[in-house]
C-alpha cells in the first residue's frame, strides 16, 4: 500500500496542534560572548558548525497484524522547558529494521547544552497528528554526546521508560563543511525482471563512507513506474 509522506511540522511532544518550522540555514559563525564552562574551542573562537544526522533503527516493535510496521522518525528540540518538533524522516514501509534517508541537518553551538529527543511512530494513517500512529519508542540525549562519539546505538524506550522490546537506535553524526550539491542524471536500461507475476519496481540508492568506515546510506530516490525498460532519475546530492 503506498503511504503518504509526512511534512515537518513545529509541534510540542503533547501532540498539540501542528506548525510549520523551517530551520535556518547553518555556516561557521563566531558566537560573542564569555563561553560556558565545559565549551570546546575550535581554534582561537568558539564557534558554531552544520552538523547532519543519520537515524537508523534495529529490531522495532512490530505494531501491524497482517503486515510489518511502517515506521518514521521525529527529532524534537527543547526549547524553554518544552519539546519543539524540528523534523521528520520519510516512512520505512514494512520495516523493522529501518535506515532512514533523510537527514537532520543542525547548528552545533559548541558551548551550548542542546537536548535531542528522537521518537520512532509506526505510520498507520494519512494524518500528521503524531497520535494517529502507533508509538514505537524514543530516545534522548545531548547533541554533543552525539557528535563526541560520532556514532552511538542507545536502547529505544517507552513514555514508561519501560524497554521498547529490543529496539535500538543508531544516530551518526557528520560536519557539514560546505554547501556544495551535486546533480546527477541516471537511466537504467533492460532492467532484469525481479517480480514473478509483473515488472520490477526499480528505485536507487546512494551510499558515501562515514567516519567509522562503513557505507551510509544519503538518499533513495521514487520508486519508478513497473518497467523491465528504461527507468530514469534526477537526483541532487550534497
Known amino acids: 500500500m503506498s503511504l503518504p509522506s509526512l511534512t515537518p511540522t513545529s509541534i510540542p511532544l503533547d501532540c ?3 506548525l510549520p518550522l523551517v530551520p535556518s ?30 537515524v537508523s533503527g534495529q529490531n522495532l516493535l512490530d505494531r501491524d497484524v497482517t503486515s510489518k510496521s511502517d515506521p518514521f522518525c521525529v527529532l524534537f528540540t527543547e526549547n524553554d522547558g518544552r519539546w519543539i518538533e524540528y523534523d521528520r524522516t520519510e516512512t520505512a514501509v514494512n520495516n ?22 528522537f521518537a520512532l511512530f509506526d505510520q498507520d494513517k494519512s494524518s500528521t497528528q503524531l497520535e494517529e500512529h502507533d508509538f514505537l519508542g524514543q530516545f534522548s540525549c545531548s547533541l554533543g ?34 554547501n556544495q550539491v551535486i546533480t546527477l542524471s541516471l ?52
Open 96 to 117: 523493522l529494521n529501518p535506515a532512514f534517508s533523510k537527514k537532520f541537518v543542525l547548528d552545533y553551538h559548541f558551548e551550548e547544552v542542546q537536548k535531542l529527543k
Open 145 to 178: 554526546t552525539i557528535v563526541s562519539s560520532k556514532k552511538i546505538t542507545r536502547p529505544l524506550l517507552l513514555m514508561n521508560d519501560k524497554p521498547a522490546g529490543k529496539g535500538l537506535i543508531t544516530i551518526a553524526a557528520q560536519e557539514l563543511s560546505d
Open 25 to 54: 540555514p547553518m555556516a561557521y559563525i563566531p558566537s560573542g560572548g564569555a563561553p560556558a564552562a565545559g565549551a570546546a574551542p575550535m581554534g582561537s573562537q568558539y564557534c558554531v558548525c552544520k552538523v547532519e544526522l543519520s
Open 187 to 238: 537511466a537504467g536500461r533492460k532492467l532484469d525482471k525481479k517480480d514473478l507475476f509483473g515488472k520490477s519496481d526499480p528505485f536507487l540508492e546512494f551510499y558515501k563512507p562515514g567516519d567509522d568506515g562503513k557505507w551510509m546510506l544519503v538518499h533513495r530516490t521514487e520508486v519508478g513506474a513497473r518497467s523491465s525498460g528504461v527507468s530514469k532519475a534526477v537526483v541532487q546530492l550534497p
Open 16 to 18: 498539540q496542534e501542528l
